[in-house]
Protein backbone atom coordinates (compact mmCIF):
# COMPACT_ATOMS: atom_id res chain seq x y z
CA UNK A 1 0.00 0.00 0.00
CA UNK A 2 3.08 1.64 0.61
CA UNK A 3 3.45 2.65 -3.46
CA UNK A 4 -0.34 3.30 -4.15
CA UNK A 5 -0.24 6.14 -1.47
CA UNK A 6 3.09 7.68 -3.35
CA UNK A 7 1.58 7.36 -6.23
CA UNK A 8 -1.60 8.67 -5.32
CA UNK A 9 -0.34 11.89 -3.68
CA UNK A 10 1.91 12.99 -6.34
CA UNK A 11 -0.64 12.92 -8.59
CA UNK A 12 -2.59 14.97 -6.69
CA UNK A 13 0.59 17.57 -5.86
CA UNK A 14 2.75 18.08 -9.30
CA UNK A 15 5.22 19.30 -7.24
CA UNK A 16 6.54 16.21 -6.46
CA UNK A 17 8.60 14.43 -3.41
CA UNK A 18 11.39 15.76 -1.88
CA UNK A 19 11.86 12.56 0.00
CA UNK A 20 10.68 9.51 1.75
CA UNK A 21 11.26 6.98 4.10
CA UNK A 22 10.90 5.49 7.59
CA UNK A 23 10.06 7.35 10.87
CA UNK A 24 12.48 6.42 14.10
CA UNK A 25 10.42 6.79 17.28
CA UNK A 26 9.70 4.50 20.68
CA UNK A 27 11.74 1.17 20.56
CA UNK A 28 9.47 -0.08 22.32
CA UNK A 29 6.28 1.04 19.63
CA UNK A 30 8.69 0.35 16.87
CA UNK A 31 8.86 -3.89 18.23
CA UNK A 32 5.26 -4.00 18.56
CA UNK A 33 4.60 -2.48 15.54
CA UNK A 34 6.61 -5.56 13.59
CA UNK A 35 5.42 -7.63 16.00
CA UNK A 36 1.70 -7.19 14.59
CA UNK A 37 3.24 -7.00 10.93
CA UNK A 38 2.58 -3.85 10.07
CA UNK A 39 3.85 -1.94 6.63
CA UNK A 40 7.10 -0.79 7.80
CA UNK A 41 5.88 0.77 11.16
CA UNK A 42 5.57 4.54 10.70
CA UNK A 43 6.83 6.00 7.47
CA UNK A 44 6.41 9.32 6.31
CA UNK A 45 6.48 11.79 2.64
CA UNK A 46 8.29 15.19 2.71
CA UNK A 47 6.48 16.75 -0.10
CA UNK A 48 8.12 20.03 -2.31
CA UNK A 49 7.13 23.45 -1.34
CA UNK A 50 4.54 24.13 0.92
CA UNK A 51 1.21 21.50 0.86
CA UNK A 52 -0.04 22.61 3.89
CA UNK A 53 0.16 26.09 3.17
CA UNK A 54 0.28 26.42 -0.20
CA UNK A 55 0.26 29.48 -2.87
CA UNK A 56 -2.89 30.35 -4.62
CA UNK A 57 -2.34 28.33 -7.19
CA UNK A 58 -1.71 24.90 -5.10
CA UNK A 59 -4.97 25.44 -2.85
CA UNK A 60 -6.88 22.96 -4.73
CA UNK A 61 -4.26 20.41 -5.29
CA UNK A 62 -3.59 20.13 -1.62
CA UNK A 63 -7.26 19.32 -0.81
CA UNK A 64 -6.73 16.70 -3.62
CA UNK A 65 -4.04 14.99 -1.65
CA UNK A 66 -6.15 13.82 0.75
CA UNK A 67 -9.19 12.47 -1.65
CA UNK A 68 -6.41 10.70 -3.24
CA UNK A 69 -5.56 9.02 0.19
CA UNK A 70 -8.92 8.41 0.74
CA UNK A 71 -9.45 6.75 -2.64
CA UNK A 72 -6.32 4.64 -2.50
CA UNK A 73 -6.75 3.18 1.15
CA UNK A 74 -10.58 2.37 -0.32
CA UNK A 75 -9.03 0.02 -2.49
CA UNK A 76 -7.13 -1.92 0.08
CA UNK A 77 -10.48 -1.88 2.14
CA UNK A 78 -9.23 0.80 4.25
CA UNK A 79 -12.43 3.25 5.63
CA UNK A 80 -12.51 6.30 7.11
CA UNK A 81 -13.39 5.94 10.87
CA UNK A 82 -12.37 8.84 12.42
CA UNK A 83 -10.55 12.17 12.18
CA UNK A 84 -9.40 14.51 14.17
CA UNK A 85 -6.72 16.91 15.36
CA UNK A 86 -4.18 15.36 17.71
CA UNK A 87 -1.84 18.36 18.49
CA UNK A 88 -2.44 21.86 20.35
CA UNK A 89 -0.41 23.37 18.10
CA UNK A 90 -2.08 26.34 15.70
CA UNK A 91 -0.25 24.60 12.63
CA UNK A 92 -1.74 21.38 13.18
CA UNK A 93 -3.75 18.69 10.64
CA UNK A 94 -6.14 16.36 11.47
CA UNK A 95 -5.31 12.80 12.09
CA UNK A 96 -6.88 10.00 9.92
CA UNK A 97 -7.74 6.69 11.66
CA UNK A 98 -9.10 3.70 9.08
CA UNK A 99 -10.74 0.64 9.51
CA UNK A 100 -10.17 -2.29 7.82
CA UNK A 101 -13.13 -3.30 5.79
CA UNK A 102 -13.75 -5.15 1.80
CA UNK A 103 -11.62 -4.16 -0.71
CA UNK A 104 -13.33 -1.82 -3.17
CA UNK A 105 -11.19 -0.95 -6.35
CA UNK A 106 -13.93 1.38 -7.97
CA UNK A 107 -13.99 3.61 -5.16
CA UNK A 108 -15.58 7.32 -6.08
CA UNK A 109 -15.10 9.92 -3.54
CA UNK A 110 -15.65 14.08 -3.93
CA UNK A 111 -15.31 16.71 -1.94
CA UNK A 112 -17.02 19.58 -0.78
CA UNK A 113 -14.39 22.94 0.80
CA UNK A 114 -15.78 26.16 1.93
CA UNK A 115 -12.12 28.63 1.48
CA UNK A 116 -12.01 32.36 2.21
CA UNK A 117 -14.63 34.03 3.81
CA UNK A 118 -17.20 33.47 0.73
CA UNK A 119 -16.49 30.24 -1.76
CA UNK A 120 -17.63 27.08 -2.44
CA UNK A 121 -15.21 24.52 -4.06
CA UNK A 122 -16.58 21.58 -5.41
CA UNK A 123 -13.98 19.03 -5.94
CA UNK A 124 -13.58 16.25 -8.31
CA UNK A 125 -17.57 15.75 -8.23
CA UNK A 126 -19.09 13.87 -11.98
CA UNK A 127 -20.24 17.04 -13.97
CA UNK A 128 -24.28 15.95 -13.01
CA UNK A 129 -23.64 15.98 -9.18
CA UNK A 130 -21.68 19.11 -9.50
CA UNK A 131 -24.23 20.99 -11.60
CA UNK A 132 -26.85 19.20 -9.31
CA UNK A 133 -24.87 21.36 -6.30
CA UNK A 134 -24.10 24.31 -8.12
CA UNK A 135 -28.09 25.06 -8.74
CA UNK A 136 -29.14 24.12 -5.00
CA UNK A 137 -26.67 26.16 -3.61
CA UNK A 138 -27.77 29.05 -6.09
CA UNK A 139 -31.41 28.28 -4.89
CA UNK A 140 -30.85 28.59 -1.11
CA UNK A 141 -28.17 31.29 -0.81
CA UNK A 142 -30.21 34.30 0.93
CA UNK A 143 -28.15 37.29 -0.95
CA UNK A 144 -27.33 35.49 -4.07
CA UNK A 145 -24.46 34.72 -5.52
CA UNK A 146 -21.91 36.64 -6.80
CA UNK A 147 -19.84 34.52 -8.89
CA UNK A 148 -19.49 30.36 -10.28
CA UNK A 149 -16.52 29.61 -12.49
CA UNK A 150 -14.79 26.43 -13.11
CA UNK A 151 -11.36 27.03 -11.11
CA UNK A 152 -9.38 24.85 -12.60
CA UNK A 153 -10.10 21.02 -14.20
CA UNK A 154 -13.04 19.55 -12.12
CA UNK A 155 -13.19 22.16 -9.68
CA UNK A 156 -16.31 24.61 -10.01
CA UNK A 157 -16.06 27.62 -7.40
CA UNK A 158 -19.05 29.86 -6.13
CA UNK A 159 -18.53 32.84 -4.30
CA UNK A 160 -21.50 33.87 -2.45
CA UNK A 161 -22.51 37.59 -1.26
CA UNK A 162 -22.20 38.17 1.73
CA UNK A 163 -19.18 36.37 4.40
CA UNK A 164 -20.81 33.62 5.22
CA UNK A 165 -18.32 31.52 7.18
CA UNK A 166 -16.97 34.35 8.79
CA UNK A 167 -20.09 36.38 10.14
CA UNK A 168 -21.25 36.87 13.46
CA UNK A 169 -25.38 37.54 12.71
CA UNK A 170 -27.55 35.16 13.34
CA UNK A 171 -29.18 35.24 9.99
CA UNK A 172 -25.98 34.76 8.09
CA UNK A 173 -24.85 31.97 10.51
CA UNK A 174 -28.37 30.43 9.82
CA UNK A 175 -28.30 30.79 6.25
CA UNK A 176 -24.83 29.39 6.11
CA UNK A 177 -26.43 26.19 8.12
CA UNK A 178 -28.75 26.04 5.77
CA UNK A 179 -26.65 25.55 2.73
CA UNK A 180 -24.78 23.10 4.60
CA UNK A 181 -28.08 21.07 4.93
CA UNK A 182 -29.03 21.66 1.35
CA UNK A 183 -25.49 20.17 -0.06
CA UNK A 184 -25.91 17.26 2.64
CA UNK A 185 -29.54 16.39 0.90
CA UNK A 186 -28.57 16.81 -2.46
CA UNK A 187 -25.55 14.84 -2.17
CA UNK A 188 -27.48 11.41 -0.60
CA UNK A 189 -29.96 12.00 -3.62
CA UNK A 190 -27.01 12.04 -5.75
CA UNK A 191 -25.98 8.48 -5.05
CA UNK A 192 -23.54 9.59 -2.36
CA UNK A 193 -22.65 8.89 1.35
CA UNK A 194 -20.84 11.51 4.03
CA UNK A 195 -17.83 9.86 4.83
CA UNK A 196 -16.57 12.46 7.13
CA UNK A 197 -14.73 16.15 7.49
CA UNK A 198 -10.91 16.38 7.20
CA UNK A 199 -9.29 19.90 8.49
CA UNK A 200 -7.02 21.16 6.34
CA UNK A 201 -7.68 24.36 6.44
CA UNK A 202 -4.47 26.75 5.92
CA UNK A 203 -3.66 30.61 7.18
CA UNK A 204 -5.73 32.11 4.55
CA UNK A 205 -9.29 29.94 4.89
CA UNK A 206 -11.90 29.45 7.33
CA UNK A 207 -12.04 27.02 9.94
CA UNK A 208 -14.23 24.78 8.19
CA UNK A 209 -13.16 21.32 7.39
CA UNK A 210 -13.52 19.80 3.75
CA UNK A 211 -16.16 16.99 3.60
CA UNK A 212 -15.76 14.23 1.75
CA UNK A 213 -18.32 12.10 0.08
CA UNK A 214 -18.04 8.49 -1.45
CA UNK A 215 -20.11 7.00 -3.92
CA UNK A 216 -22.44 4.15 -2.75
CA UNK A 217 -22.90 1.73 -5.89
CA UNK A 218 -26.27 0.78 -4.50
CA UNK A 219 -28.03 4.13 -4.66
CA UNK A 220 -29.10 5.55 -8.21
CA UNK A 221 -28.92 9.64 -8.84
CA UNK A 222 -32.37 10.95 -8.38
CA UNK A 223 -32.08 15.09 -9.42
CA UNK A 224 -34.21 17.67 -7.52
CA UNK A 225 -35.28 20.65 -8.23
CA UNK A 226 -35.13 23.54 -5.30
CA UNK A 227 -37.28 26.61 -5.95
CA UNK A 228 -35.34 29.74 -5.57
CA UNK A 229 -35.88 31.14 -2.03
CA UNK A 230 -35.34 35.04 -2.53
CA UNK A 231 -35.35 37.37 -5.53
CA UNK A 232 -31.22 37.35 -5.07
CA UNK A 233 -31.39 33.53 -5.20
CA UNK A 234 -33.42 33.80 -8.40
CA UNK A 235 -31.10 36.39 -10.18
CA UNK A 236 -27.93 33.71 -9.44
CA UNK A 237 -29.24 31.13 -11.21
CA UNK A 238 -28.01 32.46 -14.31
CA UNK A 239 -24.85 32.94 -13.01
CA UNK A 240 -21.68 30.74 -14.92
CA UNK A 241 -24.16 30.00 -17.50
Given at each position: ??????????????????????????????S??????C?????????????W????E??V?????????????A??????????????K??????L??????P??????????????????????????????????????????????V??????????R?????????????????????????????????????????????????L?????????????H????????????????
Amino acid sequence: MRAGITAAVTRAWKKGIKSSGGVEYAPELMSWHQRKGCDGGVWELVLKDSCWNPKSEDKVSSKRIILNIMTEVAHHGYSLESSYRASAKDSGKDTLIFSKGTPDPQAVFFSVCFYSSDRIWIIDASADVGQALEEGIKATWVDGVRDARVRERHCRELRLRGNPWTSHSAQALISSRVINVVIMKLVRMAGYDYVGSVQVADNDESAIPMLIFRLNPDKEFNSHHIEPISEAAAKSMTIGR
